[in-house]
Nanobody, 130 residues
């Protein structure tokens, strides 16, 4: 049974930090591209940070560069998103997704890439208060 389960969301004050986890089961996440996405209230889905299966480093959208960091822990079959210096604009439901394709992280973080991803989690809510 293939699953992606996100955890680590919550309520935090502006300037605070959270670490989100995306735990995979039923497949090896190390062989997949993984992306983190968010959907803010009343807005569409947005790619935040993505890494291809053979990428050495992750892609980040401009608004989170220098604040967010994606990492893989292949031994735990888990991908993390560390979010520092959070801003109220980061408030959203964060989801992770996985894809067996060989595209770059940048590809998966764009709409043409992420809508075709193989597996999706249900998301974890992040609320940043001002």
């Amino acid at each position: 049974d293939v699953r992606l389960v996100e955890s680590g969301g919550g309520l935090v004050q502006a300037g605070g930090s959270l670490r989100l986890a995306c735990a995979a089961s039923g497949f090896s996440s190390a062989d997949y591209a993984i992306g983190w996405f968010r959907q803010a209230p009343g807005k569409g889905l947005e790619g935040v940070s993505c890494i291809g299966s053979s990428d050495g480093s992750a892609y980040y959208i401009d608004s989170v560069k220098g604040r967010f960091a994606l990492s893989r822990d292949n031994a735990k079959n888990t991908v993390y998103l560390v979010m520092n210096n959070l801003e109220p604009e980061d408030t959203a439901v964060y989801s992770c997704a996985a894809d067996r394709g060989g595209y770059s992280g940048e590809h998966y973080c764009t709409a043409i890439g992420f809508y075709g991803m193989d597996y999706w989690g249900k998301g974890t809510a992040v609320t940043v208060s001002s």
